[in-house]
């Protein structure tokens, strides 16, 4: 167990609905990371928050958004959503801002399906 | 650019048997994070090491063992004596020193058969 939890583990919904995925860190994490993990894509970095402000951002669409809050927990929200959006979503955690020799921990992932 | 290739999509093994992951990748950066990750059927991604570049020393715990070799690009990783719980996909994982995010390679899936 690595100590960051994401819930839901399964979402099933319909095409063109919006969903939200819920993300807490470990305990003392400052920064939290959004992957997503799909077949013809495999594991890709969506974006990056840390200590509330976004850091980094990778191939996020723009139908999604993220954020986190005062508490450290963090959201991924995604709209208008298609077949394709099927993924496993992954948080993932680490005590500071990412670079030098931080480590992420993930999460055991949301698996979304998109129908 | 940054790339981490694992050119094994698939592994097979019998169990007690020594297999090998390899892991070749690309960077501009003299100072950059290497990483090994678990992916068990049950879905989660476990943090196995972390290497940095500037230490070549290799790595063992227990029946796992890390090759690092700068001069080739490549940072293999060794499980000996295999066992069925080893079966897993396995992410070898790039980050560089200015940025957060990792670059992963597709994955080698072993399977240990008893």
């Known amino acids: 167990d690595s100590g960051v939890t994401q819930t839901p583990k399964h979402l099933i919904t319909a095409t063109g609905q919006r969903v939200t995925l819920r993300c807490s860190p470990r305990?003392?994490?400052?920064?939290v990371y959004w992957y997503q993990q799909s077949l013809d894509q495999g594991l890709q970095f969506l974006i990056q928050?840390?200590?509330?402000?976004?850091?980094a951002k990778g191939n996020i669409l723009e139908r999604f958004s993220a954020q986190q809050f005062p508490d450290l927990h963090s959201e991924l929200n995604l709209s208008s959503l298609e077949l394709g959006d099927s993924a496993l979503y992954f948080c993932?955690?680490?005590?500071?801002?990412?670079?030098?020799?931080?480590?992420?921990?993930f999460g055991p992932g949301t698996r979304l399906t998109v129908l | 650019a940054q790339k981490v290739t694992q050119a094994q999509t698939e592994i097979s093994v019998v169990e007690k048997e020594d297999v090998t992951l390899d892991c070749v990748y690309e960077?501009?950066?003299?100072?950059?994070?290497l990483f090994w990750y678990k992916q068990p059927p049950s879905g989660e991604l476990v943090f196995l090491i972390r290497?940095?570049?500037?230490?070549?020393q290799n790595e063992i715990s227990g029946r796992y063992s890390w090759n690092f070799q700068k001069s080739t690009s490549s940072f293999n990783f060794t499980i000996t004596a295999s066992q069925v719980v080893d079966s897993a996909v396995y992410f070898c994982?790039?980050?560089?020193?200015?940025?957060?995010?990792?670059?992963f390679g597709q994955g080698t899936e072993l399977s240990v058969k008893p």
């Open positions: 928050y840390y200590n509330g402000e976004e850091r």
């Open positions: 994982a790039l980050r560089e020193l200015s940025g957060g995010k990792l670059i």
């Open positions: 960077t501009r950066d003299t100072t950059y994070y």
């Open positions: 305990s003392g994490d400052l920064s």
């Open positions: 290497r940095n570049s500037f230490d070549e």
């Open positions: 993932a955690s680490s005590v500071a801002t990412g670079e030098g020799p931080d480590t992420q921990y």
